[in-house]
Each structure stands twice: as structure tokens, then as C-alpha cells.
């Protein structure tokens, strides 16, 4: 959105200024705010004030070699502003309070989704009002009505297909009885907040880029992986996706590994080897001890630790989903042309030891190796999407790009 009134350039400034405050966590002064935010020294000091009064920010003094007044430094006062993200995902829901940072406050891991989207919802809100009296009972001088007033909205986080605008989950896979719900509908009326909804791709590559770590202008790929594979990719600081909200849907991605065929019709299609299902069922063929089947997570696991002990099957198992992920980072490396590759989401964990070599070693192939794309693994844990769909909220709230 452009904005085109003076209140609305007004408030555009002022989260502009409030950005660059917060991506500072060292803090910055006056003048290289004026500097970074290309703004008059008057219009700065303005804004700065506001803010201070309203208690987003606090200040420093520092020393300086400039005359004049001592230079104050800014930083972000973190729990002026809180958010609440939640995670539809098939292996568990999860609930999470993050600070203006995006910081993690506290977390509930839940039972997975059943086929009753309302009580699921009212888990949810549960969850959050418990959070909420715990921080109120914890917090110096606050309580459960002060840092209720504090948290600003809540964003959602599933697997596609939904419909963000309408707030609508549609199909998504994995989860049977979420078809046709009015989520958001359901969120709002629960916990009496804003809320937003978004695919959890985007809900976690969102939390990737919100501290500021990479330049805005850098394009950023971050593959997905949970019980499928998705991806998602921001450019200039914002997520590309789509006409219709559905970009990154990569399951049918060729990775011209062999020839098995897809029910789709095409041949070697991503999700035929990165399906987490379909790992585990060959995990089992071939008499591995993966622990429970009932819980994906401790399965991956066991995967893992036999792995560990030396099984050559458990090994070759995750380095075969490591050559499929990295054939689809190499076609993606050369569509997007990113600055950087970054691999996530709640099962990582337990691939990435034996999985990332691989996906290193074939997306380095792209535009036949000419194209060198530093590939790492994200910082965040399995509560990814929670986290996420926390910082969707916040960047509806805080970006200069939505004012």
C-alpha cells in the first residue's frame, strides 16, 4: 500500500523510524537515524518523542565526540508490544507469545488437530489465556489486564490451501476435518483479538527475515520441512505469494532422480522422496527401529539415532531425502536467484545432520555450479510455524510496507 495522506506518510514515518530502532539492537542515535531513514532531523526528533511517550522505545545516554546536547541511544522496548502466533500442523498444535522482536516468551505444545476445528480453536484460545496469567503473575508490576492490553493481535499459520484474505482454511493436506473453515471467524470470536492468517511456509520465512539479520534488499529462499516440503521466498523485505496466496506448493517439482512415477502422471516428482509418510514406510520395509509410528517426530528420531550408530539403511534413508531437497533447491536457486538458502521447519532437526551435505552438494550444482548460494539451517526449532505466525501479525502491524 502506498501511502498518499499526510497522516497516512505520518504514520508510514513513524514505523520507518520505529524499524530502524528495532532492527539496532545495539541501539542507534538521532543523527543515523536521520541518515538511514532519509528523513529531516525535526521530522526524527518528532517521531522519537512519540514513540517514547507511548513506551516503545527507551533511551541511553552515550558519549560522543559531536557538540551539542549528549546523543541519546534508542532501542526497542520488547514487551511494549506482544503478539500471539498459533501453528496448525498435522504432528501437534502449538501456541506461542512472542515480544516486539519476535522473541519467544512462552510456549504450549498441544495434542495434533482433530477433525473438530471449533473445540481445536478453543484449545487454542485455552492455551493463550493460560500464557497470559502466567506472564501477568511473573512480570514485575504487571498483571493478567496489563499484558492482555499489551498483545496486540494473533496470526495463524497452517499448511495450504487456504485463503489468507478471507481467513479461510480450504483443503489443506494432512488435516481431514479443516475444509472450508472460517478460521479466523472461529480465532476472533475466541480470543477477542485481530488476527491474521498465512501458509506456515511464509509464517516461518517471516520470522527468518523480521530481526533485521539480512539486508532487506536480499532475496531469501527458505525450503520447508514438515510432513511435506514447501518453500517460500521474500525479496526487498517482503514474501512473494502469489495471485491466488498458493506460491511455493513444490511437492510436484521434478528432481530427476530416477523414474518412479507420481499419481500426478509426471515421473520423480519431490514429494515421492520427501513425504515424511512415505520415509518412514521405507524406513520400516527395511527393518529399522524408528520408535512409534504414531507420532512422526519420535519416529524421525529414531531414524536419526540409528544414523548415529552406524546403520548404513537409517544413513542412506536421509541422505536420499537430502539429494531430493537439494535437487529442488538447485531448480529453485536458479528461478529466484537468491542471496541466500535457508532449510526448516519442525523435522529438520532430525535430518539435518546427514541430510544437509547432500542438499548442500546438489544445490551447489545450479546454473552448473556458477551460482554460489551459502546454504545453511535456521535458528528456530520446531515451534517455527508458532513463531512465525506470531511475526505475521507483527509485520501487518509494524511494517512500513503495509502502511
Not at 496470526?155 to 478471507?166: H, K, Q, T
Not at 506460491?247 to 499419481?263: K, N, W
Request: with cysteine; glycine share 12%.
Amino acid at each position: 500500500m502506498r501511502a498518499t495522506t499526510m497522516p497516512q506518510v505520518g504514520a508510514r514515518n513513524e514505523l520507518v523510524v520505529l524499524r530502524a530502532i528495532r532492527v539496532s539492537p545495539d541501539g542507534v542515535d538521532q543523527t543515523d537515524l536521520m541518515e538511514r531513514c532519509g528523513l529531516s532531523r525535526q521530522a526524527v526528533s518528532q517521531i522519537a518523542r512519540r514513540l517514547i511517550e507511548r513506551g516503545l522505545v527507551r533511551t541511553t545516554p552515550v558519549r560522543t565526540q559531536r557538540p551539542g546536547k549528549p546523543a541519546m541511544s534508542m532501542r526497542v522496548e520488547p514487551r511494549a508490544m506482544l503478539a500471539a502466533g498459533a501453528h496448525l500442523d498435522p504432528a501437534h498444535l502449538t501456541v506461542t507469545l512472542v515480544d516486539m522482536l519476535a522473541r519467544p516468551i512462552l510456549k504450549r505444545s498441544l495434542a495434533p488437530p482433530g477433525e473438530d476445528p471449533a473445540a481445536d480453536v478453543e484449545r487454542i484460545g485455552a492455551a493463550l489465556d493460560d500464557m497470559l496469567l502466567e506472564l501477568g503473575t511473573t512480570t514485575p508490576g504487571g498483571d493478567d489486564g496489563s499484558v492482555r492490553r499489551a498483545v496486540q493481535g494473533i496470526g495463524v499459520a497452517a499448511p495450504a490451501g487456504l485463503d489468507a484474505a478471507r481467513g479461510t482454511l480450504l483443503n489443506p493436506p494432512w488435516l481431514p476435518g479443516w475444509r472450508d473453515v472460517p478460521l479466523l471467524d472461529l480465532v476472533g470470536r475466541r480470543t477477542g483479538l485481530p488476527a491474521v492468517l498465512d501458509k506456515d511456509t511464509n509464517a516461518a520465512l517471516t520470522a527468518e527475515c523480521w530481526p533485521g539479520r539480512f539486508p532487506v534488499q536480499e532475496t531469501v529462499l527458505y525450503l520447508y520441512v514438515g510432513a511435506g516440503v514447501g518453500s517460500a521466498v521474500a525479496g526487498d523485505g517482503s514474501i512473494h505469494r502469489g495471485s491466488t496466496g498458493q506460491a511455493g506448493e513444490i511437492g510436484h517439482l521434478p528432481t530427476g532422480l530416477d523414474d518412479t512415477p507420481c499419481p500426478c502422471g509426471r515421473l520423480s516428482c519431490l514429494r515421492l522422496y520427501t513425504d515424511m509418510d512415505r520415509l518412514l514406510e521405507r524406513a520400516e520395509r527395511a527393518g529399522l527401529a524408528v520408535g512409534p509410528r504414531t507420532g512422526r517426530a519420535s519416529a524421525l528420531q529414531g531414524l536419526q539415532q540409528e544414523a548415529r550408530n552406524g546403520s548404513e539403511a537409517a544413513r542412506s534413508l536421509i541422505e536420499g531425502y537430502g539429494a531430493a531437497l537439494g535437487e529442488a533447491a538447485r531448480t529453485l536457486i536458479s528461478i529466484h536467484d537468491p542471496h541466500r538458502v535457508i532449510v526448516g521447519g519442525p523435522y529438520w532437526e532430525y535430518l539435518a545432520e546427514h541430510a544437509m551435505p547432500l542438499v548442500r552438494a546438489r544445490a551447489g550444482r545450479a546454473r552448473d555450479g556458477s551460482h554460489d548460494v551459502p546454504v545453511t539451517s535456521s535458528t528456530f526449532g520446531d515451534d517455527v510455524g508458532a513463531i512465525g505466525a506470531a511475526t505475521l501479525f507483527l509485520e501487518q502491524k509494524l511494517s512500513p510496507a503495509a502502511a
